[in-house]
């Protein structure tokens, strides 16, 4: 899909797209529905959606103070539940059409463009913060601290910082996903193969999982490293 | 494909899409969801932190209470003590009493009766004597009766008032 906005080509891929926005509506759908009846005893999904945010609560006060932290708590639980949300739906079945392999259900995250995206959003987030908190002086002063010599260090910290956050998650969903792909094929190249298959991708899949899960976490752990650089003095 | 070629073909589409969407998604949740969360955690942790003073509390009272209880024990076994002491004291004391009171009314009887005994024995022997010397003056009567005729008896007055003359 392609829109025409002022001479320039916008390309969408439906797949990404979709595949984003299901993983966001269930996000919401979950913390919304754990939200609704709030009770002092908490049941059932209010209990997850607690701990999820206890989760985010811990992720954050390993890093910095919570009087400064405090207001990372909705990125930091968005962060860490749309991810793992977006690394699990790749996982139960992917979709995609025969011929040219275009693929309609996958993990959104196996997308280099939306993990890119979403790690410079928080890059920029993590700029944004140090400014407003630590004012400019301090923020400028930062990239020239332990010593002037580390000034060229510094930028390609912050271009690296971008760079491995966004990449980290692509590469992990995207080989998980070739990997499972790869097996599923195996299923069909020979005679006994659909028995065979499920030997490796039953404990493939097992690992996809905990793999998911783990870089949802790596995922929202640096980003509050990073923002925690910005934002607290050293 | 060159360096502005590549960069057109970057899907800027999904890269904008995914920052409405992501900061959308941030603001709805936080919003409906982890704002109300947040209210009840902090609501339950004043709640459990009451609980937990309260308990504190409750159980200092308690302890308190219980200690004061032990001091009423105490005062009340101490107070028992001393009824029973005394009453051990006074039921000695009562039973010395009348073992004292009896041994003097014994004495006192014994002392009577000794001196009703000696009176007894004086006035037998008194009387005794009575009879003694009235029967000693009745033998000696009778013997004097006797040996005395009148004509004696006129010489010896006359004796006697012959010496009381010529005196």
Do not use: C
């Amino acid at each position: 899909m392609t829109w025409e906005i002022g001479g320039f080509d916008l390309h969408f891929s439906f797949s990404v797209v979709f595949m984003s926005t299901i993983a966001a509506i269930i996000v919401a759908t979950f913390s919304i529905i754990g939200a609704r009846k709030l009770a002092m005893r908490p049941t059932g999904l209010q209990n997850f959606i607690e701990w999820v945010m206890d989760f985010s609560r811990y992720i954050i006060t390993s890093n910095m103070a919570w009087d400064k932290g405090g207001r990372f708590i909705a990125l930091a639980y968005t962060l860490l539940f749309y991810i793992f949300v977006a690394n699990m739906l790749g996982i139960p079945f992917e979709l995609a059409t025969d011929t040219d392999h275009y693929v309609l259900w996958n993990s959104p995250t196996s997308d280099p463009v939306l993990t890119l995206t979403m790690a410079g959003f928080v890059i920029i987030l993590t700029h944004i913060y140090g400014f407003k908190i630590r004012g400019a002086k301090e923020y400028f002063a930062d990239y020239f601290r332990p010593s002037p010599i580390l000034f060229p260090f510094k930028i390609i910290e912050e271009v690296s910082n971008f760079l491995t956050l966004g990449l980290r998650l692509f590469g992990n969903i995207f080989a998980k996903e070739l990997v499972t792909i790869m097996i599923v094929t195996l299923a069909f190249a020979a005679p006994l193969g659909f028995f065979l298959a499920w030997i490796p991708l039953a404990p493939w899949l097992a690992f996809s999982i905990f793999l998911g899960a783990l870089q949802a976490f790596i995922f929202a752990m640096l980003s509050m490293v990073y923002m925690a650089h910005k934002v607290e003095s050293h | 494909m060159d360096t502005m070629e590549f960069i057109a073909d970057i899907q800027w589409g999904n890269a904008l899409y995914q920052l409405v969407i992501f900061s959308l998604l941030i603001w709805v949740v936080s919003r409906w969801a982890l704002k109300p969360l947040l209210g009840v955690m902090k609501k339950r942790e004043q709640q459990v932190n009451d609980n937990l003073d309260n308990a504190e509390k409750n159980r200092v009272e308690a302890e308190q209470y219980l200690e004061q209880q032990r001091e009423e024990l105490k005062k009340a076994r101490e107070e028992t003590q001393a009824m029973l002491d005394n009453a051990t004291k006074m039921s000695e004391q009562q039973g010395k009493e009348i073992l004292d009171n009896a041994k003097e009314e014994a004495d006192r009887i014994k002392e009577a009766a000794v001196s009703d005994i000696n009176r007894e024995k004086e006035q037998a022997l008194e009387s005794v004597r009575d009879q003694v010397a009235s029967l000693s003056v009745a033998i000696a009567t009778k013997v004097i009766e006797k040996e005395l005729d009148e004509n004696e008896q006129e010489k010896l007055i006359d004796s006697y008032l012959k010496e009381v003359g010529n005196e």
